[in-house]
Every structure is written in C-alpha cells, then in structure tokens.
C-alpha cells in the first residue's frame, strides 16, 4: 500500500473536499496552459510570416542573377558560353540573358522609378509563370515596345494600362547630371556652354501592357530583352543571365560549385536584396522566444507555488507518513506526482487551445477588428493578407517538454523540503 500512496494522495491534495487549494489548483493549470498556448501560438505566427516573406521573394525575384564583374577579369567567359553551362547545372530550371537596371519613368510633372528586367519571354516560361498571380491587368507577353510596371506607379503617375510613359535609363540619367555638375564648376564660360550643350536625355515611349501587384513586387518591372538592350543602350550585349532553380531556398549551395567555374562573374541570390530584413525576423524570433519563456517560467512558479500551500497545510500528514514507513522518496513522490499531473493537465490543454486558436486564427483577427471598427474583409492576393503560421513539429515538442519539466522542478523544490522534516516536529504543529 505503501508504493501506492504517492498517486492516490497526490490526486487527493489537487481536489480536496474542503480546501481553497482546489482553486489554486485550476490557476496553477490555466498557468501552464496559457504559458505553453503562447510560445506555440506566437512562434507558429512569427515563422509563418517569415515563410511568407520568402515565399513572396523566392515567387517575385529571379532566383540567381549572375552578372559579368566589368574590367576585373578580361579573361573570365563570355555569356554566350556561360549560357550552356548554366542550363545543365543540377537544379537550373531555366537560364536566360537579361538586361536590366534601373529606370526613371515619367508622365509629363510626374516621376517615379522602376527597377526593370528585361529578358525574352519565349526563353523564361519559368519565371513569367511564377509572376502570374500578381498580374492585376493585362499581359506578360512583353512585345517590344512595352512595358510590365506595378500599380503603385500607375498611381503615382496617373496612368492606367495602355497609356504611353516616357522612361529614362539610370546610366543615361546618371551621365546627364555629372555633365551638369562638371558644368557648373567650370569658371570658363565658353567650356561651360560646350559641356552644358552636352547634356543630352534620351527618354523613350513605352506603352504600359501589363499591371503587377505592388505589395508583391515593389519597384519590379519589366521589358522585354530586345527593349531592355535598347534602352540600356546594349547593342547585342546583356546585363547577365537570369537562373530559375528547383529549390530556391537552397539557391547559395546550388551555386557555390558554379561559382569556381565562372571567374569574373558575380552573383546575385533572390535573398541578397531581404538578407537585412530576414535577419531581422531571425532575430525577432529568438528575442520573442525569450520574452515568452518568461512566461512559462511564471506558471512553474505557481507551480510551486501550490506545492508550498499543499505542503505547509499537510505538515501533520507529512509526519503521519513518515512516522509509519513511508521513506523520503516516497513522500517527495507525493508531491512531485502533483506537480507532473498539473504540468501534463496545463500542457495538453495548452497544446490544445494553441491549435484550436492557428485553426481559427483569421476568424479571430475578424472578430477583433469588427469590434474595433477596422477593416473586416482583406483583400485576397495581397502580400500578408491573411495572418500565416507554420507549425515546427520540433518546437512544439521542445516546448511542451519544457513546460512538464519546469513543473518537477518547480514541484520537486518544495516537496525535498518538506520530505525532510521530522516525523514529531511534524505531528507537533
């Protein structure tokens, strides 16, 4: 009978007949649950919204942009030659010259800018389709003589689509104002003139035939190669070449053995642009991670909290047990058995209302912001427009095991103690 003690008293101190110790029972419980609902809940949020992040970019950027270093390597391999090879790596799904930069574009007093791609549609099937649930209006079909631009900048131009915008390369732009400052800062008049007459911008008209969602792409547009050449003033050259991988995500391990065979060449990752922002979300996940570890602490030590109540009220019974045999192992077990049943109780209703609440997570954002007067209904296909969660298997189990444990713990404290009292000090009190 004596083995069978620890479980049959422990479940009688959680639930006593006429005690408050009951009540502080469920706090201790809730405690656990609230803690343990939390830190499931909150990272589940925070790493969705990073893989949405990265979804987004990985769904709107060129996976690798590799670009030839100008006058560093004259020995390095034309794109020509480089092209074959980037389409037999393993993982490529496609690899296609592009001509690119960056591009002012006006309409009459307005301005804005357009980071612009330009590549060949028939040769890039694989990135144009990736781009197609964030075409609002229009076409990717990129005719020459066209342009694919976000509506953000049709807003900030007043244009909409099949309207003509007159577009100006950055180096062209960029060499007009240096020949303006040069001209400035000569005293001579005569040089002065020569230098103003010069300055020459060379805009061109592109009619706009497709729209892109803003909250996806930013400042991304796009042109076809033939275009983009022209206006970067190209001739039969390329910016670089444009790779479509299978995995993205593992975009730097992919590229490293290509690297060694392209001396002369760089390359851009789809994450280079973001690698601030990601690392940013890292880091807010670890530092959120801690804050709400404090939580849990907090519930183990209401934890503790009720074994120390329990203990003090059933001093006399402590020294009963003691007094007929029952060793400190066994009186320990008491104690530390109520402190496992209220930690697997708290955790396993935590784990639950934690995936009850992912499950209703958008209905909940619905309910808080009709009662708050927000907007109820988001507009579907833009970027965060439901709330993500990702569920880590790995993190759930690391924090309901870590939820039980700071329960023994928080229980096993109080419970050495009181076993260590003896039996007619005990029946004293």
Request: negative net charge; aromatic residues 6%.
């Amino acid at each position: 009978m004596l083995y069978q003690a620890p479980f049959f008293l422990a479940l009688r101190y959680l639930k006593p007949s006429r005690s408050f110790v009951s009540v502080i029972t469920m706090v201790s419980i809730l405690g656990v649950a609230v803690g343990v609902l939390m830190m499931i809940v909150v990272r589940a949020v925070m790493v969705g919204f990073e893989a949405d992040f990265r979804d987004t970019l990985m769904g709107t950027k060129p996976h690798v942009l590799l670009r030839q270093e100008v006058g560093q390597s004259p020995g390095g391999p034309d794109w020509p030659s480089v092209l074959p090879q980037a389409k037999k790596q393993p993982g490529v799904l496609s690899a296609t010259p592009f001509a690119g930069g960056m591009l002012y574009v006006a309409n009459g007093d307005l301005q804005s800018r357009a980071q612009v791609i330009g590549i060949p549609p028939t040769e890039a099937p694989s990135h144009l389709l990736k781009l197609r649930p964030h075409l609002m209006q229009g076409s990717l079909d990129l005719p020459d003589g066209t342009i694919v631009l976000t509506d953000q900048h049709l807003n900030d131009l007043g244009l909409n689509l099949g309207d003509e915008v007159s577009v100006y390369a950055g180096p062209n732009v960029n060499e007009a104002v240096r020949r303006y400052t040069d001209a400035n800062e000569e005293d001579d008049d005569a040089k002065r003139r020569a230098l103003q007459d010069q300055i020459r911008l060379h805009p061109q008209k592109l009619r706009i035939s497709g729209v892109l969602r803003a909250s996806a792409m930013g400042e991304q547009g796009y042109v076809s190669l033939t275009t983009g050449q022209s206006l970067f003033q190209l001739q039969q050259g390329v910016t670089g070449i444009a790779l479509e991988l299978a995995e993205p995500q593992r975009a730097d391990e992919v590229m490293q053995g290509f690297a060694k065979t392209l001396p002369g060449w760089s390359m851009e990752l789809w994450s280079d642009d973001e690698a601030g922002r990601l690392a940013a979300m890292k880091n807010e996940q670890v530092m959120m991670q801690f804050v709400l570890s404090i939580i849990a602490l907090v519930a183990a030590f209401s934890v503790m909290n009720t074994t120390i109540t329990v203990t003090t009220q059933k001093r006399r019974e402590i020294g009963l047990l003691a007094s007929i045999g029952s060793t400190r192992g066994q009186i320990v077990g008491v104690f530390l058995l109520q402190a496992v049943i209220v930690g697997v109780l708290g955790t396993a209703i935590g784990l639950g209302g934690s995936l009850l609440v992912l499950w209703l997570r958008n209905d909940l954002r619905e309910w808080l912001t009709m009662l708050t007067g927000g907007q109820v209904h988001a507009v579907e296909g833009v970027f965060l427009s439901t709330i993500p969660a990702h569920l880590e298997m790995s993190h759930v189990i690391t924090t309901c095991s870590m939820s039980i444990l700071l329960c023994i713990v928080a229980g096993w404290l109080p419970a050495w103690f009181a076993a260590r009292m003896e039996p007619a000090e005990a029946l004293r009190d």
